[in-house]
């Protein structure tokens, strides 16, 4: 791949770098083919636990490459735009956490691919903006809707509205990241909460995340049926009894995923 770099850092955790930093990893349709190759293959890998998605250098993603699109035809804007669409979806079918480490500026489509993360932690040098309104239009690959679930309705319209950055200390304070840490030490960070994920049974980290991914958008009755209909499912696992075995022989579990 070209753009974008695939390690295995630990087993069952993958990395996933944006690696175009002499263009502060803007998304050319390159990229967005090889990133939708990717999500689509990690989503298969029945063995992953968790994925950290970052930049390479000191830029997260500058967002669309603009460079690319000057003089574009509408039609091969929108075919671009089909492209990155399918992108955004696969990211967010991944059925185990993804992690953002957000190492830089996150702009526009580099925004809304930190806002298709499940969550996340950025260095004290990162920096967010949904700017697309100086340019004519709006994100289009989940930017308003997912930003709305993530900091609320009334901030998300002024971001988008205005186009501001917001820096990685009221992204902090928004709860759009859940920590800000120096930037040598983003990396090992975002490792670690991934380890930590990692870690538990995998069935019930997967059900966690269906949980609250499809029981957002359900009136609360409904919510809370997908929810039992987790649990149900999940105390007749082999990962529950050994869950439980494991916390009475004051050993660590064994999780097999079954």
Request: hydrophobic share 50%; charged share 25%; aromatic share 4%.
């Amino acid at each position: 791949m070209d753009t974008v770099r695939l390690e295995t850092p630990r087993p069952g955790i993958a990395l996933v770098t944006l690696a175009r930093p002499d263009a502060a990893n803007a998304m050319n349709t390159r990229m967005g083919e090889e990133l939708l190759a990717v999500w689509n293959g990690l989503a298969a890998d029945q063995s992953l636990r968790a994925v950290v998605l970052t930049g390479e250098g000191k830029a997260f993603c500058a967002g669309a490459d603009l460079k690319e699109r000057d003089g574009m035809s509408d039609e091969v804007w929108a075919a671009q735009h089909k492209i990155f669409r399918a992108m955004i979806k696969a990211q967010l079918a991944i059925p185990c956490p993804v992690i953002c480490a957000v190492n830089g500026a996150a702009m526009g489509g580099g925004g809304e691919m930190v806002l298709a993360c499940d969550f996340g932690i950025a260095s004290d040098a990162a920096r967010f903006a949904w700017p697309e309104v100086k340019r004519g239009f709006i994100p289009g690959i989940g930017g308003p809707n997912l930003l709305a679930r993530a900091i609320g309705p009334r901030l998300a319209l002024e971001l988008l509205t205005t186009g501001r950055t917001m820096s990685a200390q009221e992204a902090l304070a928004c709860g759009l990241v859940s920590a800000v840490h120096p930037s040598e030490a983003l990396l090992a960070a975002a490792l670690d909460l991934a380890d930590q994920v990692a870690a538990n049974a995998p069935l019930a980290v997967k059900a966690a995340k269906r949980s609250i991914r499809d029981g957002a958008v359900l009136p609360l009755d409904e919510a809370m049926a997908l929810e039992l209909a987790e649990y149900d499912r999940l105390f007749v696992t082999d990962d529950r009894r050994e869950g439980v075995a494991a916390f009475n022989e004051k050993r660590p579990p064994r999780f097999s995923g079954r």
